[in-house]
Each structure stands twice: as structure tokens, then as C-alpha cells.
């Protein structure tokens, strides 16, 4: 069974700083799919990365796939009261169509 | 946005009624999906659809049953609540690698 573990688990910064936080998994990921998801709602997806090695950006967010493709990395620059939540990594299988989550980390970002 | 709806949104009851809640979608995606999200458990799968009548256990099925008659709608089905199923739920549809989440139904079993 995979397991997808997720650093840290809280996070409290002051808008402005910068952030990393960080999502190892125990095999090697069929593909990697970073969410966020805001309080009281459904989690959205942000990014899906397959090639190891591979960083995307989205905006302030970076995001990079480890070249073994075990873990992955986000990070956001000039964080923003907006951008908290909960980020959650997830490996999808497509052959059998079911993803496995980890227990995600939680973001605050203070004005 | 996969336009996936879930009632109710809300829901108290008594333990050992049975519970029915709802997923719609509107995408004619293929597969759905059901998990329960607990503090310090993160996404956690109940059971999931693979087609209309296909169905599957997921990691945490036990106390729960699902049915998918036609496409757009996947229900989920307490047989006998009980209090350690107060959880918030979540139904996905599934696209490929990546997957859509509907708002969620916040349920308390008293």
C-alpha cells in the first residue's frame, strides 16, 4: 500500500514570506496532482505532474516532481491571505482510477 | 468546475438510522468516487464507480454501500449509522489523472 506523506502538517506564516512545503511518497508515483482545498469546501486541483525532473509554475506557485518521481515540492512565493488552506497531494492510478491522498498540509497566512 | 452536486449538505441523525446521501454530476464523467475527510486522516475512499452498476470497495467500505443506476448520480448509503461515521463526505468524478470534488456533506451522528 502507498503511502503519501506530507511536510509540514501546519504552517503559519505573515503575508509576503515565501513557502515549501513538501509531499514524499514510500513507491514511485504513477502521476502526481497537487490540490488545495479552502475551508468548508471541496478540494480543487491545482497542477498534475508526470515527467520526473518536471516544474511547473502557476503564478506564485512552483511545483516540482523529484527526478526518481517519489516526492514533489510546492512552493509559493509572496504568499497571500488568499492562498490559505489545506494542500493535498495525491498519486492517480488510472488503471484502476482511484487516487491516494496524503493527510495534507495546512496553510495559514496571516495580513 | 465538473458542476457536482451533493445533498444534503447537511445532516444530524440518530444512531442506527440509515442514511442516504446524493452525488450528481453533469460532466457524463465515467468514474465517482465517495470519501469521508476526519481530522488527521485526510481523503480517506469508501467506494467507488467505474461505470453505471460498477461499482468497488475502497479503504474504508465497512458500515457503507453505494449504487449508481445511471451516470450522473452516485448515492451513498449508511446501513445503520453510528456515531464514528460522523465525518464530512466528499463525491469526485474522475478525469483521467485528476479529479473533481463536489462541496461536501458535513454529517453528525448523535
Known amino acids: 500500500t502507498q503511502l503519501l506523506e506530507q511536510s509540514p502538517q501546519f504552517l503559519s506564516i505573515q503575508e509576503g514570506e515565501n513557502l515549501t512545503v513538501y509531499c514524499n511518497s514510500s513507491?514511485?508515483?504513477?502521476?502526481l496532482q497537487w490540490y488545495r482545498q479552502e475551508p468548508g469546501e471541496g478540494p480543487v486541483l491545482l497542477v498534475t505532474v508526470v515527467t520526473g525532473g518536471e516544474v511547473k509554475k502557476l503564478k506564485r506557485l512552483t511545483f516540482q516532481f523529484g527526478d526518481a518521481r517519489k516526492d514533489s515540492s510546492l512552493h509559493i512565493t509572496a504568499a497571500q491571505p488568499g492562498d490559505t488552506g489545506l494542500y493535498l497531494c495525491?498519486?492517480?492510478?488510472?488503471?484502476?482510477?482511484?487516487?491516494?491522498f496524503g493527510d495534507g498540509t495546512t496553510l495559514t497566512v496571516k495580513p | 468546475d465538473a458542476g457536482i452536486t451533493q445533498s444534503p449538505r447537511h445532516k444530524v441523525t440518530e444512531t442506527g438510522t440509515p442514511v442516504t446521501l446524493r452525488c450528481h454530476q453533469t460532466e457524463n464523467h465515467r468514474y465517482m468516487y465517495w470519501y469521508r475527510q476526519d481530522p488527521g486522516h485526510g481523503l480517506r475512499l469508501i467506494h467507488y464507480?467505474?461505470?453505471?452498476?460498477?461499482?468497488d470497495k475502497g479503504e474504508v467500505s465497512d458500515g457503507y454501500s453505494v449504487s449508481r443506476s445511471k451516470t450522473e448520480d452516485f448515492l451513498l448509503t449508511l446501513e445503520s449509522a453510528t456515531s464514528s461515521q460522523t465525518s464530512v463526505y466528499f463525491c469526485a468524478t474522475g478525469l483521467g489523472n485528476e479529479q473533481f470534488f463536489g462541496p461536501g456533506t458535513r454529517l453528525t451522528v448523535l
Open positions: 495525491a498519486d492517480s492510478n488510472t488503471n484502476a482510477g482511484k487516487s491516494t
Open positions: 513507491s514511485v508515483f504513477s502521476s
Open positions: 464507480s467505474y461505470g453505471v452498476k460498477d461499482t
